[in-house]
T-cell receptor, first 115, second 111 residues
Framework: DADVTQTPRNRITKTGKRIMLECSQT?????MYWYRQDPGLGLRLIYY???????NKGEISDGYSVSRQAQAKFSLSLESAIPNQTALYFC??????????????FGPGTRLTVL | ELKVEQNPLFLSMQEGKNYTIYCNYS?????LYWYRQDPGKSLESLFV?????AVKQEGRLMASLDTKARLSTLHITAAVHDLSATYFC???????????FGSGTKLNVKP
């Protein structure tokens, strides 16, 4: 079974709709991240969380919100989707422990299309 | 804000040739990571470089880090078609606990 899972894997929605993307992990990591990937722009950080009570904005948080329901679950919401939020979204986890060197582990991605 | 620049952004090469991808970053960093992404897939970790002078090798790929020059390289030796993918470098700012990614280098190895 995959260590980091994302649902849904693909979603098509309309402008103005509220959308939630979910991420679950079985790695036992405290740190979780949401990124979006656009062609030619690499990955850009939307939000990150170091534990259930710690949520931080990334470089492109406008139009997004998150919820850390448990250590293993981190959800990303688009309150009112717009077409320029069409992108590939990745969840990632990491561990502060020295053995892992903060290496990030990525989920399979969610392809979101906003019409 | 930390900037990470990769070059080239696109690389088309013949099998058997050698080439290097460069990753420059703008401020002091604590760690550098290389990832591979196949089309439509997630990112797969390749290397973690922890300190100045670090060198890691796996098969035909070798990564190195020069923290004084703020430069990491990913060297491809005798490329094969299976190496075709997009390669990303990422830099960790430890105090901020944030990762900054380069734009990626799309590598196409022609048979």
């Amino acid at each position: 079974d995959a260590d980091v899972t994302q649902t849904p894997r693909n979603r098509i929605t309309k402008t103005g709709k509220r959308i939630m993307l979910e991420c679950s992990q079985t790695k036992g990591h405290d740190r979780m991240y949401w990124y979006r990937q656009d062609p030619g722009l690499g990955l850009r950080l939307i939000y990150y969380s170091f534990d259930v009570k710690d949520i931080n904005k990334g470089e492109i948080s406008d139009g997004y919100s998150v919820s850390r329901q448990a250590q293993a679950k981190f959800s990303l919401s688009l309150e009112s989707a717009i077409p320029n939020q069409t992108a590939l979204y990745f969840c990632a986890t990491s561990d502060l422990g020295s053995a892992s060197y903060n290496e990030q582990f990525f989920g399979p991605g969610t392809r979101l299309t906003v019409l | 804000e930390l900037k990470v620049e990769q070059n080239p952004l696109f690389l088309s090469m013949q099998e058997g040739k050698n080439y290097t991808i460069y990753c420059n970053y703008s401020t002091t960093s604590d760690r550098l990571y290389w990832y591979r992404q196949d089309p439509g897939k997630s990112l797969e970790s390749l290397f973690v470089l922890l300190s100045n002078g670090a060198v890691k090798q796996e098969g035909r790929l070798m990564a190195s880090l020069d923290t004084k020059a703020r430069l990491s390289t990913l060297h491809i030796t005798a490329a094969v078609h299976d190496l075709s993918a997009t390669y990303f470098c990422a830099v960790l700012r430890y105090n901020f606990n944030k990762f900054y990614f380069g734009s990626g280098t799309k590598l196409n190895v022609k048979p």
